[in-house]
């Protein structure tokens, strides 16, 4: 009898909406910024507070949001975390004042991270197949890396034809939809009984948190005293996650090679990932002129690559292992930013470049999280996903201020010593003067250059670590052990009853 859950890949479906409407609204959000900035008066710090308020309660949220989904449901915390995802949404075309924008998107950002542990941890338990898990997890990250490209054209079409509010009002119908499906199709899963941890939960927001806003204002100098709240606040998780006899999370986890590795090296591949949207949407606009929709649509090659690779390296996964083929994945990713470091002044090689960044990229982190998640009990799947998620958003986030910091400060390094301080810092305030036009362009074609080599050498990093901490052994062979066999029994039992699925003896 076939054990697998017999709407398994209807419930991916589900699982990739709900992981779209989440990227597709912060990219369609950065082409927003202009016009809605004019609409509601928002002056450069109300801006910022639009964009780095969801981020902030996001990250902080995520792994108490993974605990609370294996304790709770993990489909009834991803229902809720749409309900508010999408209410919040509407709550924000609303709007009239930077004020009420910024109150939408701190609960956006609350739903948003409800959401985002339970769609990957609902997947490896749906999927109890490594060969299904592995091309699930492809499809699962295509869809994000569409969103995540498509996000910023869509966002240009829809500013165009309706305003910025069209970028909200899109997530609504999407997450209702996804609502919907869940409820049809989706079994309810969650781990055993684990007494509560609000020291801990309280601890990793307040440190989470304070540590995503210290990266984020690096570019502006170190903030000491979001440092020092972060340092203190995230040793006394550590120390009290070791010492507790009910953890949140898993910190043994990190023994594992597989998973020690996945996490580390996928790590320093989102440091490069964080910094590409930045430098290179500038680059294309203030460089080679492009329009926002324009650059929306150059990086279209990476996201076909991406959709093609990731299919690829599922299956490369499954005959090579974990370690080979994103070791591969990464070093081919290396020589794209390469590529981009080198020469960039054409459409033809930035396209090269994106596409084998795109295959690099298709190749690598879905192995890399698969052996990742590989590593996690099934009891423990949503803390886990929501790990993993924490992980790869503070190598996204430090990429950004890295990198962005490095673009910086090449930048104003090449430009003339008698231009203008203002000039000197952006490009956007520098092509706006013809005399200095032509200056600025090739002192951010140096600093792009700079920037990209340090993306490289972050990228080969990560692909050091792959090689010394992941396993080189290929998948085990069809044959599953007794415990594998009673979670798909269970799985199925719960599927054709539709009884809650509950993993682990709770």
């Given amino acids: 009898m076939d054990a697998?859950?017999?709407?398994?890949?209807?419930?991916?479906?589900?699982?990739?909406?709900?992981?779209?409407?989440?990227?597709?609204?912060?990219?369609?959000?950065?082409?927003?910024?202009?016009?809605?900035?004019?609409?509601?008066g928002a002056s450069a710090q109300d801006i910022q507070w639009i964009l780095e308020s969801y981020m902030l309660v996001f990250a902080g949220l995520l792994l108490t949001a993974g605990s609370l989904s294996d304790r709770y449901g993990r489909r009834r915390v991803m229902i809720i975390g749409l309900l508010l995802f999408g209410a919040a949404s509407l709550a924000a075309t609303m709007a009239t004042s930077a004020g009420l924008l910024i109150a939408a998107r701190v609960a956006m950002g609350v739903g948003g991270a409800l959401v985002m542990p339970s769609t990957l941890s609902i997947l490896i338990t749906v999927f109890t197949d490594e060969g299904e898990r592995r091309k699930a997890m492809a499809g699962w990250g295509a869809v994000a890396m569409l969103g995540l490209v498509g996000g910023p054209v869509l966002g240009g079409a829809l500013i165009a034809s309706f305003g910025w509010e069209s970028v909200f009002w899109i997530n609504v119908p999407i997450a209702a939809l996804a609502i919907l499906a869940a409820l049809v199709l989706m079994p309810e899963s969650k781990g055993p009984w684990a007494k509560p941890d609000p020291l801990g939960a309280i601890l990793s927001m307040i440190g989470m948190s304070a540590l995503v806003w210290t990266i984020n204002e690096l570019a502006h100098g170190i903030s000491w005293t979001s440092l020092i709240i972060a340092v203190v606040a995230l040793t006394a998780f550590l120390i009290w996650e070791l010492r507790t006899a009910h953890p949140m999370v898993p910190l043994k986890l990190f023994r594992d090679r597989d998973f020690a590795g996945g996490s580390l090296s996928l790590t320093l591949v989102q440091v490069g990932n964080g910094g590409l949207l930045l430098v290179l949407t500038q680059y294309l606009q203030f460089v080679l002129g492009y329009t926002p929709t324009e650059a929306g649509l150059a990086f279209i090659p990476m996201a076909i690559a991406s959709l093609l690779f990731n299919g690829i390296g599922a299956g490369l996964g499954a005959?090579?292992?974990?370690?080979?083929?994103?070791?591969?994945?990464?070093?081919?990713?290396?020589?794209?930013?390469?590529?981009?470091?080198?020469?960039s002044d054409s459409f033809v090689t930035l396209a090269i470049a994106q596409f084998v960044l795109g295959a690099g990229g298709g190749l690598a982190m879905p192995t890399a999280i698969a052996a990742l998640m590989g590593a996690i009990p099934t009891e423990q799947a949503g803390v886990g996903s929501a790990l993993n998620d924490t992980i790869q958003q503070a190598g996204a986030a430090l990429g950004v201020a890295l990198l962005g910091s490095?673009?910086?400060?090449?930048?104003?390094?090449?430009?003339?010593?008698?231009?203008?301080?203002?000039?000197?810092?952006?490009?956007?305030?520098?092509?706006?003067?013809?005399?200095?036009?032509?200056?600025?362009?090739?002192?951010?074609?140096?600093a792009m250059s700079?920037?990209?080599?340090?993306?490289?050498?972050?990228?080969?990093?990560?692909?050091?670590?792959?090689?010394?901490?992941?396993?080189?052994r290929k998948p085990a062979p069809a044959a599953e052990t007794a415990a594998e066999t009673a979670a798909e029994t269970a799985a199925e039992t719960a599927a054709?009853?539709?009884q809650p699925l509950v993993t682990a003896g709770h």
Avoid: Q
């Fill in 406 to 446: 490095i673009a910086t400060s090449s930048y104003t390094a090449a430009m003339p010593a008698g231009a203008p301080e203002a000039a000197r810092r952006s490009i956007a305030v520098a092509v706006t003067d013809p005399a200095l036009a032509a200056a600025a362009r090739e002192a951010y074609n140096a």
């Fill in 4 to 40: 697998r859950h017999p709407r398994r890949w209807l419930i991916l479906i589900v699982l990739c909406l709900s992981t779209l409407v989440l990227v597709v609204d912060n990219m369609a959000l950065t082409v927003a910024v202009p016009p809605l900035a004019a609409d509601l």
């Fill in 319 to 343: 005959k090579l292992g974990n370690r080979a083929t994103a070791v591969l994945g990464m070093v081919v990713m290396a020589a794209g930013f390469g590529v981009l470091a080198v020469s």
């Fill in 496 to 498: 054709e009853t539709d």
């Fill in 450 to 472: 700079a920037t990209f080599v340090g993306a490289a050498a972050g990228v080969l990093g990560a692909a050091v670590l792959a090689l010394l901490l992941l396993r080189g």
